[in-house]
């Protein structure tokens, strides 16, 4: 078997004997919700290609969707909005999807490997993993889940919203998007406390050019 599910297994060594994964997508767009997965793959399953989706093509990822959700002995996914994003913060909004993610799943983890440093509030063993959507099977399977659904979500908003180009950056601020911004301001699903600076830059600038 491969690194990526030595963390797993050594879980599962110590009696966790279903050993979630949990990641997130959207922290950093200036529109949309953040989203979050969590994933509980069966002992001995493994699934080829399966890593970071950072690391994986558009068309690999939504394949690799399909398997995943085919496969997995549980998944949930779950979504925060924007507004409450600009009620509660970046930070809290993601640990929120992640909590709601995990609350969903029709299995209930022995343990829960998330990704990154920061804890979600969980009444189960909870394992942070800098890097860990590149390191552990479960949390790169989450990672796939979360950002396709993202993806999704954010392509059905470029068909309300098409003036932004929602479909192409996602709500990242490219310069299309920000250029987009300048030209019709924000849309209702932009996050208005990341728009601060660039507001702030605007006025002291003047338009893009």
């Known amino acids: 078997m491969s690194d990526l599910y030595e963390l797993e297994r050594a879980w599962r060594a110590e009696g966790a004997s279903a050993v979630c994964g949990v990641d997130e997508a959207g922290r950093g767009p200036l529109a949309g919700p953040v989203c979050a997965a969590a994933v509980i793959l069966p002992p001995g399953l493994e699934i080829p290609g399966l890593n970071d989706s950072k690391k994986l093509s558009d068309k690999r990822r939504r394949e690799l969707y399909d398997v995943i959700i085919a496969e997995a002995a549980a998944w949930s996914v779950a979504m ?6 600009d009620e509660i913060n970046i930070l809290q909004a993601t640990l929120r999807a992640m909590e709601q993610a995990v609350a969903g799943l ?21 394992r942070c993993i800098v890097g860990g959507d590149g390191r552990c099977a479960c949390i790169a399977a989450a990672s796939i889940l979360a950002k396709v659904t993202r993806d999704r ?5 470029d068909r309300r919203y098409p003036q932004y180009g929602f479909a192409v ?5 490219t310069r299309r998007h920000y250029e987009a911004l300048e030209r019709y301001g924000p849309s209702p699903v932009h996050r208005k406390t990341f728009l601060k600076k660039f507001y702030a830059r605007k006025e002291s600038a003047g338009p893009l050019g």
């Open 153 to 157: 979500l954010m392509e059905e908003l």
């Open 80 to 85: 925060v909005d924007e507004t409450t994003i």
């Open 169 to 173: 950056h996602k709500g990242y601020g």
């Open 106 to 126: 029709s299995i209930r983890p022995a343990a829960v490997l998330v990704d990154g440093n920061r804890e979600p509030a969980l009444d189960v063993p909870v």
